[in-house]
């Protein structure tokens, strides 16, 4: 069963961060958001697993440092962020934009 709620604070602040495009590692973006382990890497699993975000391990800069896991936005996740700014921008008489959102990419809000 799909669930239709809004995405929450944090989530919100996932997306933002990634909207800067490009690859960001999982620990610039706790720095960036103030978000516990406990809560970005789980948000960033939820988002990967709907389409949303495309991760990948990039290998060190320095020699002897391991690999580390960057994340960046897909087409699908921008196309959702931009369905929140529209709500956002809108009000509550524009909330459809959220589920027209999340209709045309298949994810769950």
Same mark, same amino acid.
């Given at each position: 069963m799909k669930r239709n709620r809004p995405?929450? @604070?944090e989530t919100r602040k996932v997306l933002e961060l990634l909207a800067g495009g490009g690859w960001l590692h999982g620990y610039e973006m706790l720095k960036a +958001?103030? /978000?516990? !382990?406990? !809560? /970005?890497?789980?948000?960033?699993? @939820?988002m990967e697993e709907r389409g949303m975000v495309e991760a990948?391990?990039?290998e060190p800069v320095k020699p002897g440092r391991?690999? @580390?896991h960057a994340y960046? /936005? +897909?087409p699908a996740g921008r196309l959702f962020r931009a369905g929140l700014v529209a709500c956002d921008v809108t009000g509550p008489a524009g909330s459809?934009?959220?589920a027209d959102t999340v209709a045309a990419t298949g994810a769950p809000a």
């Open positions: 995405p929450s @604070r +958001t103030g /978000l516990k !382990s406990g !809560s /970005l890497y789980p948000i960033l699993m @939820r990948e391990w990039q391991p690999a @580390r960046r /936005l +897909t459809s934009a959220v």
